[in-house]
């Protein structure tokens, strides 16, 4: 199973307002540059969209360390709440619908399909990847 580097960022002028993604997949000494926006969205559907479309650029299952600075992401993941959503008709501990279920949809397989390990790092605070990545969504959605 290869492995594969993932980094990711989500980016929104007003929220909601205009929004972008970014994703860099490392594999090797190979980079790839992924980005792209939305018109009307929110920060946390720009966090989610990052890692589905970088997860779809994917042909094969690959054990993925997925790094990104979006707590709603990781903690989501690695803490249960998605599985737990999903299980209670996508309604979250407090009765209260749970949020993207489009995009949570979409991205459950892909965690079935991928051996994802998600790590959560501090945005704005000098990691590399995560600062192309934000620089990447900005750029997308002011050039939209």
């Known amino acids: 199973m290869k492995s594969i580097d993932i980094y990711t960022d989500g980016a929104c002028s007003g929220n909601p ?7 860099i997949l490392v594999y090797k000494n190979n980079e790839k540059e992924i980005f ?5 969205t929110t920060n ?5 969209t990052a890692v589905i479309e970088a997860l779809r650029q994917l042909k094969e299952p690959c054990r993925v360390t997925l790094t990104t600075d979006s707590k709603y992401v990781c903690d989501a993941v690695t803490k249960g709440w998605v599985y737990s959503w999903k299980n209670n008709g996508w309604r979250k501990a407090d009765k209260k619908p749970a949020l993207n279920v489009d995009l949570w949809e979409e991205l459950l397989p892909l965690l079935e399909k991928h051996e ?11 990691h590399p990847y995560n600062e192309r990545c934000d620089k990447l969504a900005v750029s997308f959605y002011l050039n939209m």
């Open 44 to 48: 946390n559907r720009m966090e989610l």
């Open 116 to 126: 994802v390990t998600f790590n959560w790092v501090r945005g704005h605070n000098g």
């Open 17 to 23: 307002g205009k929004g972008g993604w970014a994703a």
């Open 36 to 40: 792209g926006g939305s018109h009307d």
